[in-house]
């Protein structure tokens, strides 16, 4: 079917790279606060848990009360994990995000055996475990969420069942080993960012064209061999293609697949906008977005989970949620362009930043500035 068909061509070209991605950039963000308050002769660290703990809750409240689904916490959580390689030579930040990336990869460890495949049964018991671990959650919520006053019956059970979930989730990625398993591809592309931004790679772009075009192919090629087996495996395996018996069990296809097409991304967008001036000025409107990017995801939730799925029960699915979602993502463009011509943050951005520095930080632009 078509929307078969485009899933697959969208596993295969973007779906894994999107949470790499932001990682990397978020990974990058760290290294730029860490330059700015030593050029600043600043204290950083209890600066930054405490804008790390925001977010945190930032996300809390997202996955709790709005989507069921968040990333803002999880990064919260792992970005603790930077301020330890903080002042780490690039070199070794790069043999750690490798290290992270093969742990990440390897397959689960059955007690008593060498690595090797996951047991199907075991992966069975480990199912049952979680839902039967989610179920008593629920039928025990937290106190808090039933304490909320002037919510519905209904919206009052979803948010009782998300705070159940987002429990269980918490207690299995902290305290297990496959929980940290999971965390490895994010934490490897924060550890790439930070590197990336210790070198000031990004600082000066043209000066660092030939680094930019070979991490560009290096990555196309990785990124579309990984992804083609991960998500055509069933067809190359037909045809006698596979990756080798001893990596059976691994992740190595997929970890790979989104890792390198994520970096071929971002190498490719930065070199457009180096060196190609038509691009830059098909692309600058992109940094508005980006500017509120915290805003403009939470909008997303608000709108297609809130709105349309629990208010009107549309959930976006299918060809036909691509065409709005991506609709949307248009009218978040010409909106955020819109928006900095009179305001200096985005509306949580805002928040945020005055949370931060307890403060209220100036909000609107200087008249002369837009007129």
């Known amino acids: 079917s078509v929307s078969f068909a485009l899933s697959n061509l969208l596993r295969f070209l973007v779906s894994g790279s999107f949470v790499t991605t932001f990682s990397f950039l978020f990974g990058l963000g760290f290294a730029i606060q860490i330059i700015r308050a030593e050029e600043a002769k600043r204290t950083f660290i209890l600066r930054y848990l405490w804008r790390t703990l925001i977010l945190f809750f930032i996300g809390a409240i997202h996955i709790v009360f709005i989507s069921g689904f968040d990333i803002l916490h999880y990064y919260a959580m792992l970005a603790v994990l930077l301020l330890f390689v903080r002042r780490w030579r690039p070199s070794l930040i790069i043999a ?102 210790r070198r000031r790679i990004l600082r000066d772009t043209a000066q660092h064209t030939r680094f930019f075009i070979w991490v560009a192919a290096v990555g196309l090629v990785v990124g579309l061999a990984g992804n083609a087996l991960d998500v055509f495996g069933e067809f190359f395996t037909g045809k006698g293609i596979a990756l080798p018996k001893a990596l059976d069990g691994w992740s190595v296809a997929r970890s790979l697949g989104s890792i390198g097409l994520s970096l071929f991304y971002l190498s490719s967008v930065t070199l457009l906008f180096t060196h190609r001036r038509r691009a830059r000025q098909v692309l600058a409107p992109l940094a508005h977005v980006g500017r509120m990017g915290l805003t403009n995801y939470l909008m997303q939730s608000v709108v297609f989970a809130m709105l349309l799925g629990r208010g009107f029960g549309i959930w976006v699915e299918g060809w036909y949620g691509l065409l709005l979602l991506n609709s949307f993502f248009a009218v978040q463009i010409l909106y955020s362009y819109w928006w900095f011509r009179y305001f200096r ?23 002369d500035t837009y007129e």
Not at 119 to 138: D, H, I, K, Y
Not at 359 to 364: C, G, S, T, W, Y
Request: aromatic fraction near 10%; hydrophobic fraction near 45%; include cysteine.
């Open 96 to 197: 750690l995000a490798a290290a992270v990336l093969v742990f990440s990869m390897s397959p689960q460890v059955p007690e008593g055996h060498v690595w090797t495949r996951i047991n199907p049964e075991q992966v069975e018991v480990e199912r049952v475990g979680r839902q039967l671990s989610t179920a008593l959650a629920q039928a025990n919520p937290p106190a808090l969420c039933q304490m909320i006053p002037g919510l519905t019956d209904a919206y009052r059970g979803d948010v009782c069942r998300n705070a159940a979930e987002w429990r269980t989730w918490l207690t299995e990625q902290v305290a297990t080993v496959e929980g940290w398993k999971s965390a490895g591809g994010v934490l490897c592309m924060f550890l790439l960012g930070l590197y990336a931004g």
């Open 345 to 367: 943050f985005g509306p949580v951005e805002w928040v945020w930043r005055s949370l931060t520095w307890f403060r209220i930080q100036p909000m609107l632009l200087r008249r």
